[in-house]
C-alpha cells in the first residue's frame, strides 16, 4: 500500500514521533541530547517554529510543534539529517540512523494541545529515565523541566503552554505541575499516537458507540482529532493539492511566477531572483517566494537557492508577500480548460 502524503499547513499543530532505525537508540550519552537540542532550538528558533512540548528518550524522541511558514518537512530534514550525520562522526560509525520515516500527526488544538503536553512531557517517568516527578522537574531533555522554571531556554514556547493554566506565571506553574501530576497513572494513550479511525474517534469505547448507533466517523493516521476536524482537513489538504497541480499542467512553473511578478511590478526578472535592499524589489521578491512556496508547493531551502538567499529569509518573505497581496489586492492569472481563472491569494 503505498504511503500517504504528509499533511501540513501554516499554524499546523504537529506532533513528531521519530524512532532509530530498529529501534536501536539514538542517543548514547549527555553529549548527543545537547547536540540534539542544540541544532533543534536553532532551527526552531531560525524557522520561527513554535515548540509547546519535547522530551528524548533512549532510542526516540517526541516533539509538539506549531508550523510557521517553513513546512514540516524541511524543519525534520534539517534536524535528522544535520544530527546524523554528526552522530555517526561522533561514534565512528556509518548508515542511517532514524527510521526511514517519523510519524507526523495533525492535531486538533482543542482539546488535544495540552493532553499531548502533558503525555509527551510524562515520557521519560514512563521510560524509568527519571524516577519521579521530581525528577522529570530537573530532567534536561523535556520540555517539563522548562515550564516548571528549573531550567531557562527561550526557543521554547513556555509562555503559550503557560498562558493556559493562568494570566500570572508563578500560579501557572503550579497548575500546570498539577496537571502533570494527574495525569502519571493514566498509562501509555495509545489514542494519543496511533490507531486512525481509532484515534479520530477519541477511544474505543467511544468508537463501540457510535458503531452501536450506525454513526460512521471518518479516520485518518496523519490527523488527530473529531471526525468534522479530520473532513476539514482532508478536503482542505486535497484542495490545496487539485490547486497545485491545475497550475502546474497549466505551464505555472517557478520561473512563469517570476515573469509575472515581473509584469506586475515593472521590474526585470533579475530585481526579482537577486537580493536587494530597494522597497520595490523587497516587496515583488516577497510576493514571488509567497507565490513559490504556498501556491506551487515548493520548498523553502529550494526557493531560497534560487533568489540566493536562506531559508530562514524565504520564510518572512512568504508571510510579507502574503500580507501584501492581501492589502494590494493583487490576483495572478492561471488557466484551466482555456478559460482564464483568478487566483485571490
Not at 514556547?157 to 498562558?163: D, F, I, P
Request: glycine share 10%.
Amino acid at each position: 500500500m503505498p504511503r500517504q502524503a504528509r499533511i501540513d499547513a501554516p499554524g499546523a499543530l504537529q506532533h513528531i514521533i521519530c524512532r532509530g532505525i530498529e529501534r536501536r537508540k539514538i542517543f548514547l550519552s549527555d553529549v548527543d541530547r545537547d547536540d540534539f537540542v542544540d541544532r533543534f532550538s536553532l532551527i526552531i528558533s531560525d524557522s520561527e517554529t513554535l515548540c509547546y512540548a519535547w522530551a528524548l528518550l533512549e532510542n526516540h524522541f517526541h516533539l509538539l510543534l506549531r508550523t510557521g511558514n517553513v513546512p514540516i518537512t524541511t524543519i525534520m530534514r534539517r534536524l535528522l539529517t544535520g544530527y546524523a550525520v554528526s552522530f555517526n562522526r561522533r561514534h565512528r560509525r556509518h548508515g542511517r540512523l532514524f527510521q526511514n520515516r517519523y510519524k507526523s500527526i495533525l492535531c486538533q488544538e482543542d482539546p488535544y494541545l495540552l493532553e499531548l503536553v502533558r503525555y509527551i512531557h510524562l515520557n521519560p517517568l514512563r521510560a524509568g529515565i527519571v524516577e519521579d516527578l521530581d525528577g522529570l522537574d530537573g530532567y534536561a531533555y523535556c520540555g517539563h523541566s522548562r515550564l516548571t522554571g528549573h531550567i531557562e531556554s527561550d526557543w521554547q514556547a513556555v509562555n503559550g503552554v503557560l498562558s493556559l493554566f493562568g494570566k500570572q506565571k508563578k500560579a501557572a506553574r503550579k497548575r500546570y505541575r498539577r496537571f502533570i501530576q494527574d495525569g502519571i497513572d493514566q498509562g501509555k494513550r495509545p489514542e494519543l499516537t496511533g490507531g486512525g479511525l481509532l484515534r479520530s474517534a477519541g477511544g474505543w469505547g467511544v468508537l463501540k458507540s457510535m458503531r452501536r448507533m450506525k454513526e460512521h466517523l471518518k479516520g485518518d493516521e496523519r490527523i488527530l482529532g473529531d471526525s468534522d476536524f479530520v473532513m476539514q482537513v482532508l478536503e482542505t489538504a486535497q484542495e490545496r493539492m487539485e490547486e497545485r497541480y491545475r497550475l502546474t499542467v497549466s505551464g505555472y512553473t517557478f520561473e512563469r511566477m517570476i515573469e509575472l511578478v515581473s509584469e506586475h511590478f515593472g521590474i526585470s526578472i533579475d530585481d526579482i531572483l537577486f537580493p536587494g535592499k530597494h522597497p520595490y524589489r523587497v516587496k515583488a521578491r516577497s510576493v514571488a517566494a509567497y507565490l513559490a512556496v504556498r501556491r506551487l508547493g515548493m520548498d523553502g531551502t529550494m526557493v531560497g537557492q534560487r533568489m540566493g538567499v536562506g531559508q530562514s529569509t524565504i520564510s518572512r518573505a512568504v508571510t510579507r508577500g502574503e500580507k501584501i497581496i492581501r492589502e494590494l489586492d493583487i490576483s495572478f492569472p492561471y488557466e484551466k480548460n482555456n478559460k482564464e481563472m483568478i487566483d485571490n491569494g
